[in-house]
């Protein structure tokens, strides 16, 4: 019997699953709002240099174009203003475009004005984040995904040593304390930090959600739920666009998003650990009592009291201790290498090119709050499409179809036109539907591609690739200042690599999920030639004997 079987006898997709991935899926509305969160808390409003003052007279009563110089579109320059007031160009012949040609500028030495409107309350108009300052708002974005980036690999080794409830339980309650503290940050210094901490924290929820939901449901029901859990980033999108509207304080925005963490933390304690995870670690008498607690919830008490110590044992092989680690152990056989940089390029092209669009809602020219619904509304066709495609054709057909896919549209728009504004918009929100399904199946794909042993350090892998994708891919933007289509090349081209990578990842569609680092080179097919070593175990394998 395998602990596929165990877990249908015990219920299948009952209502302990049911209940559990509910309470699993909630907290993923939110994640949405933090990663995306600074399109709008980060917003940069129009603005200008703070006129110098004038003798005898107010700056109000002064006109603009007097004091600062128009740009190619005739409107006040951002970065510069005149060193003296110019008022020869109150004269009626003055320069037609209203500019002061030759005469001196200078920095904005007095700060800034802003306009009112729907950014007239971010942290770019707090710490003034504009002009030489204005790759620090790029940089809090950065902190934010190295936090992401290193809690991916933290959070990935902990929990395979430490269990899942314990991690995630702690990690909703970091991210409650550290998004309050960011909304009270002081300074810009103390605001990035608490981001940092928040991003660590973020990466904890999702890889043990995403685990728990794994190592509780039954095979059938993983595409299913997996999509559940993607629906609910999805809708997180529309909660994120809805806050933003009614809150245009950053401050108030950044609060409101933060504090049900708190009410996670509290329900969480709750949440029973992975029975998969403590018979691999040597506790079955806990996993003993979380299994019959899964029966009598599901109403199979009976087949829960026949349940031993035991029984579990020998259903679960425990591997050795693994030599050199359960980072080690990614790429020390044939099998896990395949797999390890086939997960790193998949997950690492589906973020790059993710957040190249997703951060980016000012430069489409329309309203921002319009573009975040239709950007998050997209996601509801594409993981609705994965899903099928997941569960007909397989994970790796829908997984390399999805990125070569977004790389087409986004290779698409460098032959549009800029002036044909709504249909670069359509290609992009095409692209971004498309790597919205790639998240989709990459979640589901990854988990069934590593065995339980170090589930949680491949999927740690995996979102360790897809934060330096997200940190990377704010740089690769400045390569416009080169040519304006380079970016365009770059964030195409590394999905449709991945595509064709992809391709050589195993099928894992009906297959039940690998236990420990010997299935997975089974599966490979490597354990068939007695010269191959699989040193994370001293059994040989029935086809060595």
């Not at 909630?26 to 994640?31: D, E, F, G, H, V």
């Not at 209203?98 to 802003?114: I, K, L, Q």
Request: net charge positive.
């Amino acid at each position: 019997m395998t602990f596929v079987e165990l877990l249908a006898r015990l219920g299948g997709m009952g209502r302990f699953q049911m209940t559990y991935v509910a309470a699993l899926a909630i907290p993923l509305l939110m994640l949405a709002s933090h990663n995306l969160l600074q399109n709008f808390t980060a917003g940069v409003p129009e603005h200008h240099c703070r006129p110098r003052p004038v003798a005898n007279d107010s700056v109000e009563d002064v006109p603009l174009f007097v004091s600062i110089p128009s740009d190619g579109h005739h409107r006040p320059q951002r970065c510069r203003r005149y060193v003296e007031p110019q008022w020869h160009l109150l004269e009626v012949n003055a320069t037609v475009n209203g500019t002061a040609n030759g005469a001196a500028t200078e920095p904005c030495h007095d700060g800034w004005t802003y306009h009112d409107g729907i950014f007239a309350h971010t942290i770019v108009t707090e710490w003034d984040l504009v002009c030489e300052s204005k790759k620090l708002r790029q940089v809090a974005q950065s902190i934010y995904m190295a936090g992401i980036l290193l809690g991916s690999g933290l959070f990935g080794v902990l929990s395979d040593k430490f269990g899942r409830r314990a991690l995630l339980t702690w990690c909703y309650l970091q991210l409650g304390v550290t998004g309050v503290g960011t909304a009270a940050a002081p300074t810009f210094i103390v605001y990035c930090l608490c981001r940092f901490l928040t991003g660590l924290a973020m990466a904890g929820v999702s890889l043990n959600s995403a685990s728990l939901c794994m190592e509780w449901i039954p095979t059938a029901a993983r595409a299913v739920v997996g999509t559940i859990n993607g629906y609910c980033y999805t809708l997180g999108q529309f909660v994120l666009a809805a806050a933003a509207f009614g809150l245009p304080h950053w401050r108030w925005l950044q609060l409101v998003v933060s504090l049900p963490f708190f009410i996670f933390f509290l329900y969480s304690w709750l949440f029973v650990e992975s029975a998969r995870w403590q018979v691999i670690s040597g506790r079955p008498d806990l996993a003993l009592k979380g299994l019959r607690k899964v029966a009598r919830v599901n109403g199979r008490k009976e087949e829960g009291d026949k349940l031993s110590e035991e029984a579990l044992r020998a259903l679960v092989r425990r591997e050795p201790p693994l030599p050199g680690g359960a980072l080690a152990a990614l790429v020390r056989t044939p099998g896990m290498r395949t797999v390890s940089c086939g997960v790193s390029f998949l997950w690492f092209s589906t973020s790059f090119a993710y957040y190249g669009l997703a951060m980016d809602l000012q430069g489409f020219g329309v309203d921002i709050y319009l573009s975040q619904l239709v950007f998050g509304a997209v996601d509801i066709p594409a993981k609705l499409a994965s899903v099928v495609a997941i569960s007909c054709v397989g994970r790796r057909v829908a997984q390399s179809g999805s990125l070569a896919l977004a790389g087409i549209c986004i290779l698409a728009n460098i032959i549009v036109p800029t002036e044909l504004q709504m249909l670069r918009m359509a290609f992009a929100v095409i692209g971004k539907g498309s790597l919205a399904a790639s998240f989709n199946c990459a979640y589901i794909f990854t988990g069934e591609l590593f065995p339980t042993v170090i589930r949680q350090t491949g999927m740690g892998l995996g979102g360790t690739m897809a934060r330096v994708g997200g940190m990377v891919a704010p740089l690769v933007r400045m390569a416009a200042d080169v040519t304006p289509v380079l970016p365009l090349i770059i964030y195409g081209a590394a999905p449709i690599i991945s595509a064709i990578a992809t391709c050589f990842l195993p099928e894992t569609r009906n297959v039940p999920l690998p236990e420990t680092v010997k299935d997975v080179e089974k599966r490979a097919g490597h354990l068939k030639d007695e010269e191959v070593t699989v040193p994370l175990s001293t059994t040989k394998s029935k086809e060595g004997v």
